[in-house]
């Protein structure tokens, strides 16, 4: 039997031991047990469903405790992984951390538990954290590196996590991307050996792979059983997630990608890595997804429990050629839909050089009087007059040669000197210095600058279509130009904050080529993300999908587009395209000049069907039902409102065959005791509504047999989209 002494000095709320300890953080449903012991190495013992004090012998005792260290660093022992490597001022590479101290205090939001490392020699200090998300089952994590010697110290690893897992039949899931094809949910056992997910954009970090995975403990991913762990990383620039498997041990490192990163931390200097934010369920990857979704909304989505608007976006309908008379009709004709918000996209600005295509004007963001000679205050004349809110894009990191700014700042721009500068979209965009506080000032200007001339504007798009190209920066001192990639996003931190901090109603979208910047790093300053730039709706179910695993639906901006779409060409009816954007954030993206009376009008009650079950979509609980992945030719999915008394079921038909197997879709998450109508939402003709419509059914039916689709989704691209009301 272990030997555990607890002895608190209690001052207040904080709690600090100096006696060795055994630390259970718990949430509802999960909990996390390290010890640490002053003088000794910190341990991880522990994580999983939840345990309460009285059960933390019995980690022990069953053999399940860990005792690996809870941030192991490089020098000592060195085989195998580690979550930490410096260079002292003298050449020694090594560290040698033990417990100093360990806090326990509450803050507004969390529980935190704080283990202070020092190391044996040298006055340096990790601080590993832990942060048990109140009224989530979210516990993140991260270090805050000291540097208490008189002489810079150079970090050349340094993790934000770093866990291990019990080896068994592990699979991992995570969610691989490249543009118009994001989020592409794939599904692996590890073996033995490193399984990386990475990014090296340095400014978009997730059309690689998003920085999050979902692992297994005990056979092949299933939604709604089996135990998985999820963590993701909070995190927008280079990342670097490693499972690191051998057949008596496995390690998780999750953190910062190094790699041409190595950190100069000077005397005094206190380095913050970012949060790794984790959940285990015992519910499958549905639960990690909800519990994702409820701290996403609670805490980590700018203000995510607020609904969001419909919009019509002008991108796919005008792309650049966007004038007043053009975005007046657009208007007009979205809000007489029943729309609620119209973003104008790229093309509406540039002065001395109009934006016309690509190649010119990200920078000069002063209106195009050419094509709009009535300026913003002309499209917000518009807007009050069809009652509906606008908005426009912006991509404020950027500028291209070809523009004003880029002449006026050449310094401006991140570049290598003596070296011929890289150029990206257009063959002429270039990035700007974010590292530089005077363009962090230019930055936060031009959404400073468009609020205060025309306070009405309801919402950004805030895109960047390019990846950081050239890595030199002339502000940066020579000897800390390998801390680019971080400062960047210090530096877009930075800006980021002071936009909320003046101007928290703004709603803004984070864009980057469609879903490059879907990560925690961004959400916290972004109401929502632009998925991808292909709005295909039978891409989008896969698309949506994937990104549903870690990102709520209110989060999720999905769109209608033209019905031969612009980047697959496919044709879709427009039921089947308003049913797959109904499941998210919904939006249109398509010219509504060229949609006839009776798809307005369809779109009209699509819409107002929307804004009703909005809340239910936008923050209730999804259960995905059946996966497109798994191939069975149908895809289903359904939300819960938190009282079980409302759900909105979606099914679609993926392929068509004669007398193909449909399966019966078993829903999910609703009061078996309830009785619930269900409603036909989107039907085609409103007056042969589906078979479904009317009928009531109890949750334990919906949930035990299911409904048989067959009937329901005959033809090629048939799709469902259902209300369930309780009755009472
Ligand atoms: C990116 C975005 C698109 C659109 C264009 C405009 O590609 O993802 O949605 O805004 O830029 O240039």
Redesign the pocket.
């Known amino acids: 039997m272990r030997k555990r002494i607890c002895l608190f000095l209690v001052l207040g709320a904080l709690c600090i031991s100096s006696f060795a300890k055994d630390y259970l953080i718990s949430t509802p449903n999960t909990s996390l047990l390290v010890t640490a012991t002053p003088g000794e190495k910190s341990k991880f013992q522990y994580y999983g469903s939840h345990i309460s004090e009285k059960e933390i012998q019995s980690i022990y005792d069953s053999g399940l405790a860990f005792g690996v260290e809870s941030y192991p660093v490089f020098g000592l022992n060195t085989p195998g992984e580690r979550a930490m490597a410096v260079t002292q001022a003298d050449g020694n590479m090594s560290l040698d951390l033990v417990v100093e101290q360990v806090k326990q205090y509450s803050v507004d939001e969390a529980e935190i538990t704080e283990i202070r490392l020092e190391d044996k020699i040298y006055p340096f200090v990790v601080k590993q954290i832990f942060k048990a998300y109140r009224g989530t089952d979210i516990i993140s994590t991260w270090v805050e590196v000291e540097n208490n010697t008189k002489k810079a110290v150079t970090l050349y690893r340094f993790a934000s996590a770093f866990f291990p897992i019990h080896r068994g039949d592990n699979y991992m899931t995570h969610f691989h991307g490249h543009w118009g094809a994001e989020q592409t949910m794939e599904e692996e056992r590890l073996t033995n050996g490193q399984k990386v997910i990475s990014n090296k954009d340095g400014l978009a970090n997730t059309e690689t792979d998003n920085p999050s995975f979902m692992l297994t403990m005990d056979g092949k991913p299933q939604e709604e059983r089996g135990h998985v762990l999820g963590g993701t990383l909070a995190w927008t620039g280079n990342y670097l997630i490693k499972m690191d498997v051998h057949n008596t041990k496995f390690n998780i490192v999750a953190g910062i990608n190094e790699e041409n990163s190595h950190y100069i931390l000077e005397a005094k200097e206190v380095f913050t890595t970012p949060e790794f934010a984790m959940t285990y369920s015992t519910t499958g990857k549905g639960g990690v997804s909800r519990a994702f979704h409820h701290w996403a909304r609670q805490y980590k989505v700018w203000q995510g429990t607020i609904p969001n608007d419909i919009l019509l ?1 002008s ?1 796919e309908g005008v ?2 050629k966007v004038n007043q008379q053009g975005m007046d009709e657009m208007m007009k004709d979205f809000s007489a839909m029943g729309g609620e918000l119209f973003v104008m ?3 509406w600005f540039g002065d001395k050089y109009p934006r016309n295509g ?1 190649n010119s004007s990200l920078g000069d963001w002063e209106v195009c009087r050419e094509k709009l000679p009535e300026g913003i205050e002309g499209l917000l004349r518009s807007a009050k007059k069809y009652n509906i809110k606008f908005g426009l ?1 912006i ?1 404020p990191e950027m500028a291209n040669t070809k523009s004003e700014l880029f002449e006026k700042h050449p310094d401006w721009i991140m570049r290598i000197k003596n070296r011929p500068l890289s150029t990206g ?1 257009g063959n002429t965009q270039v990035i700007l210095d974010l590292t530089n506080p005077e363009v962090q000032d230019f930055v936060f200007g031009v959404v400073d600058k468009l609020m205060t001339d025309y306070p009405e504007i309801a919402y950004m ?1 805030w ?1 960047d ?1 390019s990846s950081l190209m050239d890595y030199g920066s002339s502000y940066l001192p020579k000897e800390k130009q390998s801390h680019l990639y971080i400062e960047y996003h210090r530096g877009l931190n930075k800006v980021l904050k002071r936009i909320r901090t003046k101007y928290p109603d703004l709603v803004l979208q984070a ?4 879903g490059g910047r879907v990560n925690y790093g961004m959400l916290p300053y972004f109401n929502e993300f ?1 998925t991808s ?1 292909d709005t295909d709706a039978l891409q989008r179910i896969y698309l949506q999908w994937g990104a549903s695993c870690f990102y709520p639906a209110i989060a999720m901006a999905s769109h209608v587009s033209a019905d031969k779409n612009h980047q697959t060409g496919r044709k879709l009816p427009l039921k089947f395209r308003f049913d797959v954007s109904m499941s998210g954030r919904l939006g249109m ?1 398509i010219q509504p000049k060229d949609m006839n009376d009776a798809d307005k009008a369809f779109a009209k009650r699509a819409i107002s069907a929307y804004k009703k079950i909005r809340p239910v979509i936008q923050l209730g609980d999804l259960y995905r039902l059946v996966s497109p992945y798994e191939h069975k030719g149908v895809s289903s999915l359904m939300y819960v409102s938190s009282q079980k008394d409302r759900a909105v079921f979606f099914a679609y038909k993926l392929s068509h065959f004669i007398n193909m197997v449909i399966p019966n879709v078993r829903m999910n998450g609703l009061e078996p005791e309830k009785q619930y109508r269900l409603i036909d939402l989107t039907a085609v003709n409103e007056n042969k509504p589906c078979l479904l419509q009317g009928k009531i059914i109890s949750g334990k039916m919906l949930m035990e047999e299911g409904i048989a689709l067959k009937e329901l989704l005959k033809s090629e691209y048939s799709s469902l989209a259902l209300e369930l009301q309780e009755v009472q």
């Open positions: 976006n991108w792309y650049f996209d790229d093309g690509a894009w991509e979209r798009k895109d279509n864009c980057a080529g469609g632009w730039d993206e």
